[in-house]
Structures are given as structure tokens and as C-alpha cells.
């Protein structure tokens, strides 16, 4: 889609926005591009109790899907 080939090139050209919706592959390519923050502590500190809940909720796979070398890298979707 348009909008996969867009997110391609952002990384490609290491011209990112501060926030986007990206799939498990585009996740891996960014983290092993060191285009990504760890974001651990400031979910601990900051994620409401309720989204904290929602995530616990799926038995820990959420955040093992964003999570690498023990730091929590990106916000999971959880449906």
C-alpha cells in the first residue's frame, strides 16, 4: 500500500516523524537502525493504570512484541 512504501522510504532516508503505526518487520528494521528511543521508564512512570491493565492482559505478548534487549521500544496495539 501507499502508505507501507511511505513508512519504507521514512526509514530508508532516516526521516521520521515522532509518532507512526508500523508492523513487526518495520519495528525490527528501525530498532536495528538505532532509530528508536527506550522507552521502558517512561511507560512505567507515565501509563495509566487502565492501559497498563490492557496490556497485562495479553499474558505479556504485547510488550514482548516491542521489547527489545529487555527495553520496551515502542507503544503495542493491543485489539
Do not use: C, H, W
Request: without cysteine; proline residues 5%.
Amino acid at each position: 500500500s501507499n502508505y507501507d512504501q511511505k513508512v519504507s522510504l521514512a526509514i530508508a532516508s532516516n526521516d521520521l516523524p515522532d509518532a507512526m503505526i508500523v508492523g513487526p518487520v518495520e519495528l525490527r528494521q528501525m530498532y536495528e537502525a538505532g532509530q528508536l528511543a527506550d522507552l521502558t521508564e517512561v511507560y512505567e512512570q507515565y501509563a495509566s493504570p487502565a492501559i497498563k491493565r490492557i496490556l497485562e492482559s495479553t499474558n505479556g505478548l504485547a510488550k514482548e512484541s516491542v521489547t527489545f534487549d529487555g527495553k520496551m521500544m515502542a507503544i503495542p496495539s493491543v485489539q
